[in-house]
């Protein structure tokens, strides 16, 4: 058991220039979660995946942002046109059949 | 959205003293979990307690839920520098789908002094 890894753990971009972020969950776990957070808060709870099926998306996940999770292993979060305001940190978690969540050390992005 | 308030939003206390956070919020839900967040880095889980437990202990940690009151409080006893984090408490609703998403609260800083 590795953890949750996340790639890469800091992101400076241009304001418009489009990212994309991995998150390695614990294998065998068949959930995999996407959450942002944003200073002096808690995590938001963007979109969910069972196994290569994303089941939920919030409604924070605009029409720029897509994720994927095609092999129902790996799963990588895009974000096109890039705004100020996506600046936060970026935190994926994985769980198994458990209530409990598995959160990486996650990918804090900066727009300038 | 943020399903919760933890309460106080800071807490600085010495080493060998006890900490007590609290936890509202807004839902009906199937259980309500506590994780620390060191400076910067990601969630570790601490403890889950479900809807139909009143109170539950981990080592030093000992959480309380009221449903009636939709409230829950985290005690942190013989507190150490090493318990320097933030909380947050998270729920998972029981409406249907939920998909064992979590919401969390903002969160308490706990600053513990050597």
């Known amino acids: 058991d590795t953890g949750v890894s996340q790639n890469p753990r800091h992101k400076i971009t241009k304001r418009g220039q489009n990212v994309t972020f991995r998150c390695d969950p614990i294998s065998e776990h068949n959930r995999l979660y996407w959450y942002r957070q944003t200073l002096g808060q808690g995590p938001e709870f963007l979109t969910y995946f069972q196994n290569e099926a994303q089941l939920e998306k919030s409604r924070l996940l605009s029409d720029r942002f897509s994720a994927e999770r095609p092999k129902g292993s790996f799963s990588t979060l895009e974000i096109q046109r890039t705004e100020q305001g996506d600046s936060a940190m970026y935190l994926c978690a994985s769980s198994p059949t458990s209530l409990k969540q598995y959160f990486g050390p996650g990918t804090r992005l900066t727009v300038t | 959205s943020q399903q919760g308030e933890e309460d106080p939003q800071a807490l600085s206390i010495q080493e060998g003293e006890n900490a007590t956070m609290n936890c509202s919020y807004k839902t009906s839900i199937n259980n309500l979990q506590w994780y620390r967040q060191n400076s910067g880095r990601g969630l570790v889980h601490l403890i889950l307690i479900r809807s139909n437990e009143r109170e539950k202990h981990s080592g030093r940690l000992r959480v309380t839920l009221d449903t009636s009151k939709k409230s829950s409080s985290l005690l942190i006893t013989a507190s150490r520098a090493a318990d320097t984090a933030s909380y947050f408490c998270?729920?998972?609703?029981?409406?249907?789908?939920?998909?064992?998403?979590?919401?969390f609260g903002k969160g308490t800083l706990l600053t513990v002094n050597p």
């Open positions: 998270a729920t998972e609703s029981n409406s249907g789908g939920s998909n064992y998403k979590l919401t």
